[in-house]
T-cell receptor, first 114, second 112 residues
Framework: DQQVKQNSPSLSVQEGRISILNCDYT??????FLWYKKYPAEGPTFLIS?????DKNEDGRFTVFLNKSAKHLSLHIVPSQPGDSAVYFC?????????????FGKGTKLTVNP | ETGVTQSPTHLIKTRGQQVTLRCSSQ?????VSWYQQALGQGPQFIFQ???????GRGNFPPRFSGLQFPNYSSELNVNALELDDSALYLC???????????FGSGTRLTVV
């Protein structure tokens, strides 16, 4: 039972254009969402997050949008750079009170072509 | 500020054997979590430790166990290894209540 889904295994964009990575979730109890970036042979690196009380969070070139009614979030990277080429994981968490457990999607491999 | 370090980086074990993976948390972090990432999958939560006690567990059998030490370093032990245990094992540290984990580079375990 996959509660967090990233339906696009890969995405290829040109340098300078926008990259849009999508994520869907099924558990309506999720209230916090994060994006992690992973380069080969390295651990995932935290990129940006959003609480369910917001619908947008921006950090430099990265913006995350949350549509709670559709149980959908997306990560926008503008402008895309070759160094952004990595695997991007969407992750979600349920309300606190226990462990800070994250449920991850399978990831989307982004390739930014010069 | 040091990051999260894991050892060893690669390991090959035989089915039925036992393995111990080690993790040193980022300085100042008091919580450590372990994740298993199989090929082509996202990381899956194994368990979390806080104040040297298990503080949440994912859908993994009891042969997966762990320890957290007073200096916040941690071990993941897996008994009776199975072929399906072959995966990248990721350790992540954080402050309690904070989801902004710092991950290590992982230990690649191969069970043959």
């Amino acid at each position: 039972d996959q509660q967090v889904k990233q339906n696009s295994p890969s995405l290829s964009v040109q340098e300078g254009r926008i990259s849009i990575l999508n994520c869907d979730y099924t558990n309506s109890m999720f209230d916090y969402f994060l994006w992690y970036k992973k380069y080969p042979a390295e651990g995932p690196t935290f990129l940006i997050s959003i609480s369910s009380i917001k619908d947008k969070n921006e950090d430099g070139r990265f913006t995350v949008f949350l549509n709670k009614s559709a149980k959908h979030l997306s990560l926008h990277i503008v402008p895309s750079q070759p160094g952004d080429s990595a695997v991007y994981f969407c992750a979600a968490s349920a309300p606190r009170g226990g462990s800070e457990k994250l449920v991850f999607g399978k990831g989307t491999k982004l390739t930014v072509n010069p | 500020e040091t990051g999260v370090t894991q050892s060893p980086t690669h390991l090959i074990k035989t089915r039925g054997q036992q393995v111990t993976l080690r993790c040193s948390s980022q300085s100042g972090h008091n919580t450590v979590s372990w994740y298993q990432q199989a090929l082509g999958q996202g990381p899956q939560f194994i368990f979390q430790y806080y104040r040297e006690e298990e503080n949440g567990r994912g859908n993994f059998p009891p042969r997966f166990s762990g320890l957290q030490f007073p200096n916040y370093s941690s071990e993941l032990n897996v008994n009776a290894l199975e072929l399906d245990d072959s995966a990248l094992y990721l350790c992540a540290s954080s402050f309690k209540g904070n989801y902004g984990y710092t991950f290590g580079s992982g230990t690649r375990l191969t069970v043959v």
